[in-house]
């Protein structure tokens, strides 16, 4: 805990010293206990909420998420993965087909602020909640609420008795305050996609059979007989935005030395079947979150569980839940990504239903260039995938933007293309565009400032202009608010009294600054820069690498002239060498010159 709070001290220090002007958050304390019936899989729970108005609005009523109704018959999730064009296969029409004693349940029993009982309503995974008063800039309201639930069959995410036998999987399983920001209140329905809370210190309580062993948020502080067989569990999580735990009676916790003093926990079934690769996975899952710390910004908690549970892999705080039945080189790739999302989502807790691309793409983009290293794959490019996904989407006619809303996509393909392939690609095409070193150090610079707050794109895009001296809005707005796509090709190769002229030529609506490498007949090569005039600058290049810069681009002049004068013959010309600039047609970027 110390340590946590010295790491987190130095980060908010230096966030708190560079705000936006009027930046402003919510804030949000738990106390929760909760009582569970492993044999029925319910859970009865009380759940005190002390909620700071931290905004410039007087509030008149909250929102509550209601996740585990999404897991009923005629819900929406339910619903729009039967009429979906392509249903994920883990959900299908299985919640169609669910039994009352399988489905999931959170239902409020009774609901007070400061003391005066409220009257909510529930709407589907949503609890609405006139209050009783306002509650004023500044002010605090704390509300009490008794509560009950059942654990669904594992369908997404949550669930009891999932494939692996795990018993619980218990992620999005208490009453969650919506949050409210400057874009007003976020109480989205669950429909399958992310989420989105407020910033808080949790304790919770949890008390089950004695022979479940449970891993998740937080640090365990108290376990103690509770009677009757059972055992309660204390955790404490400070300033975290969700909580999420799992348990089993046949886990084996395994502990490891992470960097800088964290505790890497282990949980997972005990299967000979699954202990080998479980136990390789530690030290590499050390090496990975040293690999984040570098690259990004230091973990600032004192745990990381990696916990097998779940349908797949999800993040959540100080933990991921992950399917544990893979071969090792599988294991450290959900681990990897699902690890990134502790800096990509969990310290940096974007709103990922309105920028999933920020939480997905980011983390898809580190965990591709960290699992490379970890598992010393030397890959040509890592991201390889990433971009031939792009290209996909791209070229198919059915492309949405980035600015989509997570549940608007119209087939699961689509966001899942956009959200991590495309996602992947701003990041490694902005250093295309700014620099690999100006890149590194947009990456760490963003994690010093919004670390522990809620970071938009606007934000992030900031940030890479205060560090590459580039104005870069025409960047954000094209590749991430449009579908406009890069297209330049090689027009024409003409001798002259001197050398040749190459004629390039635009053909894509978005503009982009041009890297082009021409090979003369002798052998001998050349790099040309071409700034984008609407930069109003030029990008870093690698010390020592030698470049020719030219005259600017502007972008609505469709074609650009390039005159070589060093008297040698042209064979080949390039564009993007580096292969990082994200032309949807890759066929018309190289033109060999005719003899």
């Not at 909620?51 to 018959?73: C, E, G, I, K, W």
């Not at 400032?449 to 900031?462: E, L, Y």
Request: charged share 20%; hydrophobic share 35%; glycine share 8%.
């Amino acid at each position: 805990m110390a340590r946590f709070l010295l790491i987190f001290l130095t980060i908010s220090g230096f966030v708190y010293g560079q705000n936006p002007s009027g930046y402003w958050q919510q804030h949000v304390d738990y106390t929760i206990d909760v009582d569970v019936d492993v044999e029925s899989a319910q859970f009865t729970g009380a759940q005190k909420l002390v909620y700071t108005n931290n905004s410039p609005d007087t509030l008149s009523r909250v929102y509550y998420h209601l996740y585990f109704n999404a897991f009923q018959p005629g819900s929406e999730m339910d619903v729009r993965s039967r009429n979906i064009a392509d249903p994920d296969r883990r959900v299908g029409d299985r919640i169609a087909g669910l039994a009352p004693e399988e489905q999931g349940q959170l239902v409020p029993l009774s609901l007070a602020q400061n003391g005066v009982a409220l009257e909510p309503t529930v709407e589907g995974t949503v609890l609405v909640v006139p209050l009783d008063q306002p509650i004023p800039p500044g002010a605090e309201a704390v509300f009490d609420m008794k509560f009950k639930g059942q654990v669904p069959v594992q369908i997404r995410r949550s669930g009891r008795d999932n494939s692996e036998g795990v018993a619980l999987s218990m992620a999005q399983w208490y009453p969650k305050l919506a949050e409210y920001d400057q874009d007003g209140w976020h109480a989205d329905p669950y429909i399958a996609r992310e989420f989105y809370g407020v910033w808080g210190d949790f304790e919770v309580a949890i008390t089950i059979d004695s022979d479940y062993v449970i891993g998740g948020t937080g640090y365990l502080k108290n376990k103690k007989r509770a009677g009757k067989g059972k055992t309660k569990w204390v955790f404490q999580a400070p300033n975290v935005h969700d909580f999420t735990w799992a348990a089993d009676p046949e886990y084996i916790h395994d502990t490891y030395p992470g960097p800088n003093g964290v505790t890497l926990n282990f949980y997972y079934k005990n299967n000979p079947e699954l202990i080998e690769n479980w136990q390789k996975l530690q030290p590499l899952t050390a090496e990975l979150m040293a690999y984040f710390n570098d690259a990004i910004g230091p973990y600032p908690y004192d745990q990381y569980s990696v916990i097998q549970g779940g349908d797949g892999g999800m993040e959540y705080g100080m933990c991921t839940l992950i399917t544990g039945q893979r071969t090792l080189e599988s294991l450290v790739g959900v681990t990897a990504h699902e690890m990134a999302h502790a800096w990509f989502q969990f310290l940096l807790a974007t709103n990922e239903s309105l920028h999933e691309w920020m939480d997905e793409g980011f983390t898809s983009y580190i965990s591709s260039l960290a699992e490379d290293v970890v598992l010393e794959q030397n890959s040509a490019d890592p991201l390889a995938g990433a971009y031939r996904g792009y290209y996909f989407l791209a070229n198919s006619g059915q492309e949405q933007p980035l600015s989509t809303h997570a549940d608007r996509y119209n087939t699961n393909r689509n966001y899942g293309i956009a959200a991590y392939s495309k996602g992947a690609v701003f990041l490694a095409q902005l250093g295309y565009v700014i620099g690999d070193e100006n890149l590194t150090k947009t990456i760490q610079s963003y994690f010093k400032k919004w670390a522990f707050k809620h970071p938009q794109p606007n934000d992030f895009i900031r940030i890479a202009e205060q560090v590459s001296g580039l104005e870069l809005d025409w960047y954000l707005q094209d590749f991430a608010q449009t579908t406009n796509t890069i297209d330049y090709s090689i027009k024409s190769i003409e001798a002259n009294e001197q050398g040749s002229d190459i004629m390039l030529e635009r053909l894509g609506l978005m503009p982009m600054p041009i890297d082009l490498l021409v090979t003369y007949q002798d052998g001998s090569t050349e790099l040309f820069y071409i700034p984008l005039q609407m930069m109003r600058g030029e990008k870093l290049f690698a010390k020592g690498q030698n470049v020719t810069t030219l005259k600017d681009w502007a972008w609505a002049m469709p074609t650009y002239v390039v005159r070589t004068d060093n008297n040698k013959v042209v064979a080949q010309v390039v564009i993007d060498p580096s292969k990082r600039m994200a032309d949807r047609d890759q066929e018309n970027n190289t033109l060999n010159a005719v003899d």
